[in-house]
């Protein structure tokens, strides 16, 4: 069953004095995931999906699309320095107190990083001070198994390259054993550790539906969907064609499996949950809302 966090805000609202609520300023951060991105508005996410989600602002134009070179480390300056610089410029800028981020994949990990890791960098505490919490769509936190095939090079390599590109820095990062590793020693959320600073709840990608006959199949890109059925034969059979869902819950809060909520219970591939698909736009354009 989906975790509620009606019972935290109600909590949290009656903690907080009415003068100080009514100034709060709420923001949405969208943080892309594993690529070079120079803009994710138009070719990561799709504007028809940011701009549904923000309209749950009380003023639409508080939010900003992450730009970042998350084909580096998650500790590299081009990677969780680049996102704390453009989340630390956004706070600033629109004098952002609640800030809600909104995550994808690997930009999981690069914003685990920043809150696992608050003295690395002097931008970080202010960051991490703004956040409310991370929704974070079909997160990487345990690794993938498709990124121990893409660096040790198997026949699947060459597939498997238009999904993570080869042998970059995130791919050797996100293999399960190394994720285990940062996960143990500098990342905090999973089981055994301590907890975030600030919740991060993870809405997983349980299957992949690629029927040309199903219109289902063509929201995100068809040929993504075909893709990403294939991958899935290496995979668990609950994953969403590039994580298993043990990984996307690995850490944080499971949120919920996206046949909870999604239109008609159809699933989330991993390219559908970075997009408009089956409701997923509606449903976080209600949680922005302060």
């Not at 994710?40 to 989600?53: E, F, G, K, P, Q």
């Not at 930009?107 to 929704?135: C, E, F, H, K, Q």
Request: a negative charge; glycine letters at 8%; one cysteine or more.
């Amino acid at each position: 069953m989906p975790c509620t966090r009606t019972s935290i805000g109600l909590a949290l609202a009656l903690l907080v004095a009415p003068s100080t609520a009514q100034a709060a300023v709420t923001g949405v951060a969208f943080v892309h995931g594993t690529g070079k991105q120079t803009n994710a508005l138009v070719d990561y996410w799709t504007a028809a999906m940011v701009d549904s989600v923000r309209l749950g602002l009380p003023n639409t134009t508080n939010y900003v699309v992450v730009n970042c070179d998350f084909e580096k480390y998650m500790w590299d300056p081009a990677a969780a320095g680049c996102l704390a610089g453009q989340l630390s410029s956004f706070i600033k800028a629109k004098k952002i107190t609640d800030l809600l981020v909104i995550t994808h994949s690997n930009g999981g990990n690069m914003l685990r990083w920043i809150l696992s890791n608050p003295t690395y960098d002097s931008r970080y505490p202010a960051v991490i001070s703004a956040i409310r919490w991370v929704d974070a769509l079909a997160p990487s936190s345990l690794g993938t198994p498709l990124a121990n095939a893409v660096v040790s090079g198997t026949t699947f390599e060459k597939s498997l390259g238009w999904l993570l590109g080869y042998k970059s820095e995130a791919v050797i990062m996100q293999q399960t054993e190394n994720m285990a590793y940062y996960n143990a020693n500098w990342l905090l959320g999973t089981a055994g550790r301590p907890a975030l600073p600030r919740d991060l709840w993870a809405v997983v990608g349980t299957d992949v539906d690629s029927s040309p006959f199903d219109n289902d199949s063509w929201c995100g890109g068809y040929s993504l969907g075909v893709g990403l059925e294939t991958t899935q034969w290496w995979l668990d059979s609950c994953s969403d064609g590039f994580l298993n869902c043990s990984s996307q819950g690995g850490a944080g809060h499971e949120w919920f499996h996206d046949i909870e909520y999604t239109y008609e219970q159809e699933p989330l591939s991993h390219a559908q949950s970075r997009r408009n698909c089956f409701y997923l736009d509606l449903f976080l354009r209600e949680d922005v809302k302060p």
